[in-house]
C-alpha cells in the first residue's frame, strides 16, 4: 500500500484522510497536510481508516494538530480509526485525548 494523503469537504467538516503507514520518513507529510488543512477550515477531521501503521512520530504530528486547533479555538477529531493506529493510541492513553468519531455521521451527531 503506498502513502496518500487526500482532503473531502463534508458539511460541517473539513477532512484529512490518510492512507498507508505512518513513519518518521513520512510523518512530516501528515503534519503539513493537518497544519495546512487548519488554516482552511475551522472543524477538522483525520480519516485514519487505510492507516495499516503508525509510529510515535506519526502520533505527534496529530497531537501537534490538536494542539493547533485549540489554541486557535478550532475543533480537531479522528474519525474512522483503524486498529492498527487504535492500538497505538490506546497503548499512548490518547484515545483519552482526542475526539475519536466511528464515521463521518457519528461526528456530524456529535458537532450538533
Given amino acids: 500500500m503506498s502513502n496518500r494523503i487526500d482532503f473531502s469537504e463534508h458539511d460541517q467538516f473539513s477532512v484529512v484522510v490518510v492512507e498507508g503507514e505512518v513513519d ?8 503539513n497536510a493537518v497544519l ?12 485514519l481508516s487505510a492507516v495499516s501503521y ?3 512520530s ?3 504530528a496529530l497531537v501537534e494538530g490538536l494542539q493547533t486547533a485549540k489554541a486557535q479555538g ?10 492498527p493506529a487504535r ?18 455521521a457519528a461526528a456530524g451527531n456529535a458537532a450538533q
Fill in 24 to 31: 518518521l520518513s513520512w510523518s512530516a507529510e501528515l503534519r
Fill in 36 to 47: 495546512e488543512a487548519l488554516k482552511g477550515s475551522n472543524n477538522l477531521l483525520v480519516d
Fill in 54 to 56: 503508525i509510529d510515535s
Fill in 58 to 60: 506519526g502520533i505527534a
Fill in 74 to 83: 478550532k475543533t480537531f477529531g479522528l474519525v474512522s480509526v483503524s486498529a
Fill in 87 to 104: 492500538a497505538v493510541l490506546e497503548l499512548a492513553r490518547l484515545d483519552q485525548v482526542f475526539a475519536i468519531h466511528q464515521d463521518l
